[in-house]
């Protein structure tokens, strides 16, 4: 919008109001980053006391089970992004452009329309059953596949609608030119929609990064588990060292803060097209 | 913005212009669909399947193996009789509606107000994102280290200005509040977002025009503005209110549920009867009611919105 009637003063209000909302916005980010640096003593003090002190992140990967979270946290997300990216692909492609039979493409739409709106917690009951007979329960193999699964219709949808922006000419061109089928998909198209994978495989990799619940339910904790279920773990009722907290607080966010900075377009993208994710 | 929306993604995928009638699986087309159809029978047709089961079984753990006894619908008129149940969906609705409204409300302002500014606006763009990229459980943290009674920043500020220092998450009166803003926090910059696109999408010589004519901004945004973010609108409201009622991490973290069941929403409550008061046949059928649930209500909304629309 342009700005033909708007004063320098009023501008200058838009700027302060934005300002404010900015500083609302980071205030939670800071101050957590302020207290993984501060001893426990420091933060339950009523007073306000500032020392730099490397004792929390010390301690935090001191025992070991956080590493070991962190560590299972890469797993779930190098793993849940990669069946993503291929399933999804594939389905997003046959769905955009294959135009494939309906008994095939219905159920399919059942799944993709019908998951993402449901509460995960109201599949948990049967996925305990469901590990628990695959002997997958508390294994990282099952919170990759459970990941993946909750991922995969969004990651179809986009790769869909990413396809759906290629001309159709180019796939018939390649037809014509003799490819088969699968080497039009993985040699012409998968390289079109580059830009496609990349935001799928962000977006994917964040929820990954930042999914609680399996992890919380289907896991026995400890070093079963991911690092959202080690960061719950230190809340202990009676003795919370919040320094401690922050500190794992902040391994959890800044990759993912840091992320975003990077690759802030796509993951835009993916947030504003996935109007059925949640 | 390179992206289509899912409805039109879906439309196009379902009836494509071109060669409408060659409605034969390829080989390639099997191959392509079949990994995600077997994903969607393993993971959800399944556990489906097995929640029905349970919901009408009493479930009992005994060395590690489940033990199922039919019992028909007696886990479904215990829940349905139950007045925590309901409590449980009364909590729901109110969380879902103030956070959604608050959010709507706010993200709307937000996008109004960085579409106005200038110097900021790249950093505005820029942080914003924020919030919403840091997963729940660190969000619930992060809101931990301010509202804790104890440690909490918030009760060190109102120390240090002689304010009577608050319970926040612990007292039933503010404890839904806490979690609202939570929620609110974490998630307006999405919807900011949806209104900033749709915002920019526009067109600005509608809006030079009645300029022209001399209308000042508070008529272009309650004429014109408005009126042409309504379908966003309501796709937030739609979007926010399935999240609403899908959220689990934060309360688990900030109340546990409690004070005295205050902040108790629906998956809080299926993850107790499950894992703490190990009631299986219980916690299954609560699923199944909110499932069901969810399906009517989507269908009414859909319903009511093609009807509108058309």
């Given at each position: 919008m342009s700005s033909l009637t708007e004063t320098p003063r009023r501008r200058l209000w838009v700027e302060i109001t934005l300002g404010l909302v900015l500083l609302v916005a980071v205030i939670p980010i800071i101050w957590t980053l302020v207290l993984a640096f501060l001893p426990n003593r420091a933060?339950?003090?009523?007073?306000?006391?500032?020392?730099?002190?490397?004792?929390?992140?010390?301690?935090?990967?001191?025992?070991?089970?956080?590493?070991?979270?962190?560590?299972?946290?890469?797993?779930?997300?190098?793993?849940?992004?990669?069946?993503?990216?291929?399933?999804?692909?594939?389905?997003?492609?046959?769905?955009?452009?294959?135009?494939?039979?309906?008994?095939l493409t219905l159920p399919a739409l059942i799944i993709t329309g019908f998951i993402p709106l449901i509460p995960p917690m109201t599949l948990v009951p049967g996925l305990y059953i469901l590990?628990?007979?695959?002997?997958?329960?508390?294994?990282?193999?099952?919170?990759?596949?459970?990941?993946?699964?909750?991922?995969?219709?969004?990651?179809?949808?986009?790769?869909?609608?990413?396809?759906?922006?290629?001309?159709?000419?180019?796939?018939?061109?390649?037809?014509?030119d003799g490819a088969s089928e699968s080497r039009t998909f993985l040699s012409v198209m998968l390289p079109i929609v580059k830009p496609g994978l990349a935001a799928t495989g962000i977006f994917t990799g964040i929820m990954a990064w930042n999914e609680f619940l399996m992890g919380l339910t289907l896991t026995t904790g400890g070093n079963t588990a991911p690092v959202t279920v080690g960061i719950a773990g230190l809340l202990q009722p009676y003795a919370i060292t919040w320094g401690e907290l922050a500190a794992a607080g902040t391994v959890a966010a800044i990759p993912i803060i840091a992320m975003a900075i990077v690759a802030n377009r796509h993951i835009v993208a993916g947030l504003t097209s996935g109007a059925v994710k949640g | 913005?390179?992206?289509?929306?899912?409805?039109?993604?879906?439309?196009?995928?379902?009836?494509?212009?071109?060669?409408?009638?060659?409605?034969?699986?390829?080989?390639?087309?099997?191959?392509?669909?079949?990994?995600?159809?077997?994903?969607?029978?393993?993971?959800?047709?399944?556990?489906?399947?097995?929640?029905v089961r349970m919901a009408l079984s009493d479930v009992q753990i005994r060395s590690?193996?489940?033990?199922?006894?039919?019992?028909?619908?007696?886990?479904?008129?215990?829940?349905?009789?139950?007045?925590?149940?309901?409590?449980v969906i009364g909590n729901t609705v109110v969380f879902v509606v103030a956070s959604v409204l608050v959010s709507i409300v706010l993200g709307l302002a937000l996008a109004l107000l960085v579409d106005r500014a200038v110097t900021l606006l790249p950093l505005a763009r820029n942080?914003?994102?924020?919030?919403?990229?840091?997963?729940?459980?660190?969000?619930?943290?992060?809101?931990?280290?301010?509202?804790?009674?104890?440690?909490?920043?918030?009760?060190?500020?109102?120390?240090?200005?002689?304010?009577?220092?608050?319970?926040?998450?612990?007292?039933?009166?503010?404890?839904?509040?806490?979690?609202?803003?939570?929620?609110?926090?974490?998630?307006?910059?999405v919807v900011f977002l949806f209104f900033y696109t749709a915002l920019k999408a526009i067109d600005a010589s509608t809006l030079e025009a009645a300029r022209v004519d001399g209308a000042n901004e508070r008529e272009i945004v309650r004429y014109i503005v408005l009126p042409a973010l309504r379908p966003t609108i309501m796709a937030v409201a739609l979007v926010r209110t399935i999240m609403g009622v899908k959220v689990f991490d934060e309360m688990y973290l900030l109340t546990q549920g409690g004070p005295d069941g205050a902040t108790t929403l629906v998956s809080q409550h299926i993850k107790s009867l499950f894992f703490d008061s190990l009631r299986l046949g219980e916690a299954a059928s609560y699923s199944l009611v909110v499932v069901f649930a969810t399906a009517i209500v989507l269908g009414v909304v859909l319903f009511v919105r093609s009807r509108v629309e058309r």
């Open positions: 933060i339950v003090d009523s007073g306000w006391q500032f020392t730099f002190w490397l004792g929390n992140f010390a301690t935090l990967f001191d025992g070991g089970a956080f590493l070991a979270q962190i560590r299972n946290s890469v797993v779930i997300v190098i793993g849940a992004v990669a069946i993503c990216l291929a399933i999804g692909s594939m389905t997003g492609y046959a769905l955009s452009r294959l135009n494939p039979p309906r008994w590990l628990g007979q695959l002997s997958l329960l508390g294994t990282l193999t099952g919170l990759v596949l459970v990941n993946a699964f909750i991922n995969l219709p969004f990651a179809a949808l986009l790769m869909s609608s990413y396809f759906s922006t290629v001309p159709n000419e180019l796939r018939e061109a390649a037809l014509v | 913005m390179t992206s289509v929306p899912p409805q039109e993604a879906l439309r196009a995928s379902a009836a494509p212009p071109q060669k409408r009638r060659a409605r034969k699986a390829t080989p390639f087309t099997l191959l392509a669909v079949l990994p995600f159809l077997l994903f969607g029978l393993v993971f959800a047709v399944y556990p489906m399947s097995q929640v590690g193996q489940f033990e199922w006894t039919f019992t028909g619908a007696d886990n479904l008129t215990k829940v349905l009789g139950s007045g925590v149940s309901w409590e942080v914003l994102i924020w919030p919403a990229v840091i997963a729940p459980v660190v969000v619930s943290l992060m809101w931990l280290l301010i509202l804790s009674p104890t440690a909490g920043g918030l009760n060190k500020l109102f120390r240090t200005l002689s304010l009577p220092e608050q319970g926040w998450l612990g007292d039933s009166g503010t404890a839904m509040a806490a979690v609202v803003v939570v929620d609110v926090w974490h998630w307006t910059p």
